[in-house]
């Protein structure tokens, strides 16, 4: 308990800010190995799926840290807007390179959302997540209010829908996106764990104590 005291007494003293820095950081330097040459032959789908990966390592990240603080007293709460933001960014970037870099053509975007299946599930995957991105910061929240709380559980099944999206872009069923789905799967149902409970005890009834 005192080495988790003394862990979370060095957390509150890091700022959030160098996440967003090392996120752009990140986003350029691939940028850059894409324009130099450094990705391969075919660099713009190396860096679309290196911006999708990146988007949902963090985001499993950002679900992470509510079960790391209850479950093992590991306090990242700090951190949570901030990668919930820098996942977003990820995304972002992941779906303007696939727009601009490799369709090219607003009429193709539209043409691959409505008959592409992966793409409409990762697009309404984006689209739950932009409300999300724009009601981080304080103005929201106090704007907002307990109906904040209610707006930011669409991270559910924004998170679902991303992991989705990777096991369905992928040709075949592969272990990677599979396992990233899992993980996703298996922190959304942590999160609505009492609601189960709740929901057995409905079904069940309540247990009769013997004297």
């Not at 860096?47 to 999708?52: F, I, N, Q, R, S």
């Not at 999160?191 to 013997?210: C, D, H, I, L």
Request: proline residues 6%; aromatic residues 12%; positive net charge.
């Amino acid at each position: 308990m005192a080495v988790l005291d003394h862990i979370n007494s060095s957390l509150r003293r890091i700022p959030a800010w160098p996440v967003y820095v090392v996120s752009v950081a990140y986003i350029a330097w691939l940028f850059w190995l894409g324009v130099t040459g450094g990705l391969g032959a075919d660099p713009v789908k190396k860096l679309e799926h290196a911006y999708g990966e990146m988007g949902l390592y963090l985001l499993i990240a950002g679900l992470c840290i509510t079960p790391l603080r209850r479950m093992a007293g590991l306090n990242l709460m700090k951190f949570r807007r901030a990668t919930g933001l820098a996942c977003f960014l990820f995304i972002t970037v992941h779906l303007l390179t696939w727009a601009v870099l490799d369709v090219q053509r607003l009429d193709r975007v539209w043409a691959d959302i409505v008959k592409r299946p992966y793409i409409t599930v990762g697009m309404a995957g984006f689209v739950l997540m932009l409300p999300l991105a724009l009601t981080s910061n304080n103005r929201a929240v106090r704007w907002l209010g307990p109906l904040w709380g209610q707006l930011h559980k669409l991270v559910y099944p924004a998170a679902i829908l991303g992991g989705v999206h990777y096991v369905m872009l992928v040709k075949g069923w592969q272990i990677r996106p599979m396992i990233f789905l899992a993980l996703i799967c298996l922190l959304v149902l942590w999160r609505y764990r009492p609601g189960w409970r709740q929901f057995k005890r409905f079904v069940t009834g309540p247990v009769s104590r013997q004297p």
